[in-house]
């Protein structure tokens, strides 16, 4: 193993030691809260569903009613009433689903089982006592804690929470992140490039990632390599922002001011860590905010963000810890590899004839290229010490 590299989850555990969980909160509508983080844990008020009720249309009695005679039909309840009267043995009444089960009555049988000839219902086959009752409290019950505190709100969650009778929730306030790209070489895609100038394109990426986490970024555009316009653009950010992000600027070239800026300012960790790409990586605080220090090339910032930067966002919202979901693949092709670093190739994966799981390298997998990531569909990570993996070998995939 090469010397002075960082193992990733050494990186990890040093970033998460020092970033806490800011703790402000506010209330949002439902209609917000997608993707938000629950600050509290949500106790449920009410049985879901109140009351028993029917999940079939069809006859509620009480099944110790005599069913080799008709059953009398004492009237109908359908779902958003109520039956006001206590239903007696061998008495029946009709009911849709969803309405509340009268009293007296412990089953329900579905209409296709019966006939109905004017106010005498006959069942044609025997019943189960409960049989096509909801129950009530069945899927949520009084009391109980429907979601902790940590979650990040999904769909399905919102639902749950207005099924409780909740429309508003306290989650944790968004995260501020501020965004710097550094590069004396750096254009906005809309300018007129000069020799030796490329258009900037990492903050698109990013933006979008960081949108997806439903963060508040505050542009900073680009800053030129020069320390004095970087300490002040780094200073600015970090009284506005929860956590900084620049890319460029962190390795050992003649331009990278990052480090020097860093140790002017605030308090910095450098590492070169085990991750491909992306070895440079900066970690640190300038004030109350954190501090991450992107490497420049594309491919690289792309995916230390979403494995080194991400984690600390997610501590930042007081989200529970997520780890990436691993499956299992079978490689198609070879992939090549040098122990030392933990590697994320930009990967195809595939399900073949027989419905196996396949992956393949997208192709070149230089750390400039970010063709390799915007036409793949996942990662291959291969572990710090794999060397080459020859075609056959089982692969973990990381879904995109
Ligand atoms: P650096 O990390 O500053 O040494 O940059 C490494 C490589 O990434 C160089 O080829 C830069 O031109 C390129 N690069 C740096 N920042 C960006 C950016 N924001 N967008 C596109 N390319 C970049
Ligand atoms: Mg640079």
Same mark, same amino acid.
């Given at each position: 193993? %090469? ?6 989850? #050494? ?8 970033? !806490? ?44 009613? #005599?069913?080799? @005679? ?29 309405? $509340?089960? $009268? ?10 089982? /019966? ?43 919102? !639902? ?7 429309? %508003? ?12 790209? +550094? ?10 490039? =000069? ?28 800053? @030129?390599?020069? $320390? ?6 780094? %200073? ?9 992000? /620049?890319?460029?600027?962190? !390795? ?6 990052? %480090? ?12 070169? &860590?085990?991750?491909? $790409? ?8 300038? *004030? ?18 979403? +494995?080194?930067?991400?984690? &600390? ?5 007081? =989200?529970?810890? @997520? /780890? ?5 693949? +079978? ?10 670093? /933990? ?19 997208? *192709? ?24 080459? &993996?020859? @075609? ?9």
């Amino acid at each position: 193993m %090469k010397t002075g590299l960082m193992p990733i989850a #050494d990186a990890l555990a040093n970033m998460l030691a020092v970033t !806490s969980a800011i703790n402000s909160t506010e209330e949002v509508s439902l209609f917000d809260a997608s993707k938000r983080i629950l600050a509290n844990d949500l106790i449920s008020p009410v049985n879901v569903p109140p009351v028993d009720n029917s999940a079939m249309d069809g006859y509620a009695f009480n099944s110790m009613s #005599d069913l080799s @005679k008709p059953l009398i039909l004492m009237g109908k309840v359908l779902a958003g009433a109520t039956y006001d009267r206590d239903l007696q043995v061998d008495e029946c009444v009709r009911i849709t689903t969803g309405a $509340p089960i $009268p009293n007296g009555a412990d089953v329900v049988e579905m209409q296709e089982n /019966t006939e109905a000839i004017s106010n005498q219902v006959s069942f044609l086959q025997s019943v189960r006592k409960g049989q096509n009752i909801r129950q009530a409290g069945e899927d949520i019950s009084q009391d109980s804690t429907v979601i902790a505190s940590g979650t990040e709100l999904s769909p399905a969650h919102l !639902s749950l929470i207005a099924s409780i009778g909740i429309s %508003k929730v306290i989650v944790t306030r968004k995260i501020r992140v501020a965004l710097i790209a +550094t590069g004396d070489e750096l254009v906005e895609p809309d300018g007129i490039l =000069q020799p030796g100038q490329i258009y900037e394109s990492n903050r698109y990426a990013l933006h979008a990632l960081l949108s997806e986490n439903n963060i508040d970024i505050i542009h900073f555009g680009i800053i @030129k390599d020069d $320390p004095k316009r970087i300490k002040q653009a780094l %200073k600015a950010a970090s009284e506005q922002a929860d956590l900084v992000i /620049t890319c460029g600027g962190v !390795s050992v070239g003649d331009a990278d001011y990052i %480090k020097q800026v860093l140790d002017e300012i605030g308090q910095i960790n450098f590492w070169k &860590v085990a991750i491909k $790409p992306g070895k440079p990586f900066a970690f640190g605080t300038i *004030g109350k905010a954190i501090f991450c220090g992107l490497p420049g090339n594309p491919v690289s910032s792309y995916v230390t963000f979403e +494995t080194l930067v991400l984690p &600390v966002l997610n501590r930042l919202s007081g =989200q529970k810890r @997520k /780890t990436p979901m691993l499956l299992k693949a +079978t490689a198609s092709e070879n992939f090549y590899k040098r122990p030392g670093r /933990t590697d994320f190739q930009r990967s195809i994966c595939f399900l073949d004839d027989s419905g196996n799981l396949m992956a393949k390298p997208n *192709g070149k997998q230089g750390s400039g290229l970010m063709t390799s990531v915007a036409n793949a569909n996942c990662y291959v990570v291969l572990e710090q010490q794999q060397s080459n &993996v020859p @075609k056959g070998s089982q692969v973990q995939v990381q879904l995109f």
